[in-house]
């Protein structure tokens, strides 16, 4: 999300990233941001007041005066920076979070199941002897370039990428990193701050291992991480699923529905205060 993303920061904080349940389960949440694209960016836009970089910078100040976990930092928020956007990200970890052990990276479009995702990483070093050496998630399998397909966004030249493959790598919607494997991961890629790819996902979980030599570095938890399930939202919190893309056409209040059951799911359904219904 942009800075202009007050409405999917606030739904947030409401249900999964609400200090009530992250204080319980030893997460903190925190939003990285740019700034807005320039007026000249944006000149093809019909603009309201509301939506002028100003405004939006404006309106981050006073979210991050009252919340205390927006993270801006100075470049274009957009598509295409948000190779700069997870790499400002590991930058702050490095410096802030020493004494974290896991970071998820996620879109604004997930619900996380913190419960079960926090058991789940409490069974993993337990059973890996608290060595942490894989990140966690959806894995690509050596997907082909995308040369002329569609979805323009994804489209990568020669030049960018010459190789018909990508390496193994985690979707974008959300990774888990061990905390060890953030410092390697940010001084690959300030070094070779010029040739950034733009594809994040890909950049930071396949071709900067590669680069780096790491064998066997992704361990797969898609089937506690489904591709946009298809369900009734109701079924979603039935079981040990960890992190929930939700389908854009469930339409509004579907993750506060999400969450709702997950709380139910838990036997958290009594703590009438910290369940919401609005989108």
Not at 30 to 55: C, R, Y
């Amino acid at each position: 999300m942009g800075p202009g993303g007050v409405k999917e920061r606030d739904r947030i904080r409401r249900l999964w990233g609400n200090t009530h349940w992250t204080n319980r389960t030893g997460f903190k949440t925190v939003f990285v941001l740019g700034i807005p694209p320039s007026e000249n960016t944006t000149a093809n836009l019909i603009q309201s007041e509301k939506t002028t970089p100003n405004f939006i910078n404006s309106r981050v100040r006073w979210e991050s005066e009252q919340h205390r976990d927006i993270i801006q930092l100075d470049f274009e928020d957009t598509y295409y920076n948000l190779t700069l956007k997870t790499l400002c990200g590991l930058h702050w970890v490095r410096n802030y979070c020493r004494s974290a052990t896991w970071v998820l990276k996620s879109d604004a479009d997930v619900v996380v199941n913190i419960f079960e995702l926090t058991k789940f990483l409490h069974h993993y070093d337990l059973d890996h002897n608290n060595t942490r050496t894989k990140l966690l998630c959806r894995v690509a399998p050596s997907n082909v370039v995308c040369r002329g397909c569609r979805f323009v966004k994804w489209r990568v030249s020669h030049q960018e990428y010459p190789r018909k493959r990508y390496p193994p790598y985690c979707y974008g919607p959300g990774y888990i990193i061990p905390r060890n494997l953030v410092d390697p991961l940010y001084e690959a890629a300030i070094t070779n701050l010029t040739h950034l790819f733009k594809l994040e996902d890909i950049y930071f979980t396949g071709m900067i291992p590669q680069s780096l030599g790491w064998k066997k570095h992704i361990q797969n938890i898609g089937r506690r991480f489904p591709w946009r399930p298809h369900m009734w939202m109701d079924s979603f919190a039935l079981g040990d699923l960890m992190i929930l893309e939700l389908d854009r056409t469930m339409g509004h209040g579907a993750s506060a529905l999400v969450w709702s059951n997950i709380l139910k799911h838990q036997g958290l359904v009594n703590t009438d205060n910290h369940t919401y219904t609005g989108t």
